[in-house]
Nanobody, 117 residues
Framework: QVQLVESAGGLVQAGGSLRLSCAAS????????MSWYRQAPGKQRDLVATITKGGSTNYADSVKGRFTISRDNAKNTVYLQMNSLKPEDTAVYYC???????????WGQGTQVTVSS
């Protein structure tokens, strides 16, 4: 079992920055990729960024160049640095961990990010 605890989100003005963190505990040795997803009201949950244990990253086109995902394996924590925030980035942000085989998915509780125009 893996438990994920996300930091608080917040309210930020457009153009501002915010950093989210997600701390993993439990069977952390089994974690491979960690990701951030987001879900706006009335919309599906979409992938924002992924980072593997080896450090390979992948981003949604909508956040490329603005968001950076990073991972501190020693602290079992993944971060999402969000810069140049836009109102359309407003959503609940979720952290997800996927284990090595078998691939089990674990989710954090979600944290609200609101960007005002």
């Amino acid at each position: 079992q893996v438990q994920l605890v996300e930091s608080a989100g917040g309210l930020v003005q457009a153009g501002g920055s915010l950093r989210l963190s997600c701390a993993a505990s439990g069977s952390i040795f089994s974690i491979n990729a960690m990701s951030w997803y987001r879900q706006a009201p009335g919309k599906q949950r979409d992938l924002v960024a992924t980072i593997t244990k080896g450090g390979s990253t992948n981003y949604a086109d909508s956040v490329k160049g603005r968001f950076t995902i990073s991972r501190d394996n020693a602290k079992n924590t993944v971060y999402l640095q969000m810069n140049s925030l836009k109102p359309e980035d407003t959503a609940v942000y979720y952290c997800k961990a996927v284990t090595f085989t078998p691939a089990v998915h674990y989710w954090g509780q979600g944290t609200q990010v609101t960007v005002s125009s």
